[in-house]
T-cell receptor, first 114, second 108 residues
Framework: EAGVVQSPRYKIIEKKQPVAFWCNPI?????LYWYLQNLGQGPELLIR????????DSQLPKDRFSAERLKGVDSTLKIQPAELGDSAVYLC????????????FGPGTRLTVL | GQNIDQPTEMTATEGAIVQINCTYQ??????LFWYQQHAGEAPTFLSY????GLEEKGRFSSFLSRSKGYSYLLLKELQMKDSASYLC?????????FGAGTTVTVRA
């Protein structure tokens, strides 16, 4: 069974440029998460989707970040414009859903903003 | 909110045992997870505890005491490939909150 797929794996951009990350969750997983992980820290939740609905986006900086999951499968996370402090690893995870379910992570996209 | 504490680093010898402690303070509790993360890779699921006690899975075991807000991950018969960061994560309602991770270095 394929795991969570993310692309690109690495991205280097200059500040003020836009950037987008793509995630394909495990087949059948209705819940999708985007996390941000800074070096030496644990992942921090940005947004959680149940199917195509964003049910928790309280930690998403909405002035520059946006996300979508139009058909309840793939998802895209966008930053526009990027700032130096956005340099981090952006992880996507998926799960079957429910309170006690296990989240499975993709390899992440390492973003460097110059 | 959640406050999760775990040691920053631990070093052990190949073949030895290491115990990684995690303490937490949460506004809700629906389970505690341990993940392993090798440098530059995704976190991978190791264990899940929701009831008090010990869960054993091969060389890895995880313990939970809900009354004490405490868990540990026990790694036995350490191998070089076990060198990684180990993340303790607590699930509140639906949100999973992570500790900063414990970097374990296994020496020959």
């Amino acid at each position: 069974e394929a795991g969570v797929v993310q692309s690109p794996r690495y991205k280097i951009i200059e500040k003020k440029q836009p950037v987008a990350f793509w995630c394909n969750p495990i087949s059948g997983h209705n819940t999708l998460y985007w996390y941000l992980q800074n070096l030496g820290q644990g992942p921090e939740l940005l947004i959680r989707y149940e199917n195509e609905e964003a049910v928790d986006d309280s930690q998403l900086p909405k002035d520059r970040f946006s996300a979508e999951r139009l058909k309840g499968v793939d998802s895209t996370l966008k930053i526009q414009p990027a700032e130096l402090g956005d340099s981090a690893v952006y992880l996507c995870a998926s799960s079957l859903g429910g309170r006690a379910d296990t989240q499975y992570f993709g390899p992440g996209t390492r973003l460097t903003v110059l | 909110g959640q406050n999760i504490d775990q040691p920053t680093e631990m070093t052990a010898t190949e073949g030895a045992i290491v115990q990684i402690n995690c303490t937490y303070q949460t506004s809700g509790f629906n389970g505690l997870f341990w993940y392993q993360q090798h440098a530059g890779e995704a976190p991978t699921f190791l264990s899940y505890n929701v009831l008090d006690g010990l869960e054993e899975k091969g060389r890895f075991s995880s313990f939970l005491s809900r009354s004490k807000g405490y868990s540990y991950l026990l790694l036995k018969e350490l191998q070089m490939k076990d060198s990684a960061s180990y993340l303790c994560a607590v699930r509140g309602d639906y949100k999973l909150s992570f500790g900063a991770g414990t970097t374990v270095t296994v020496r020959a």
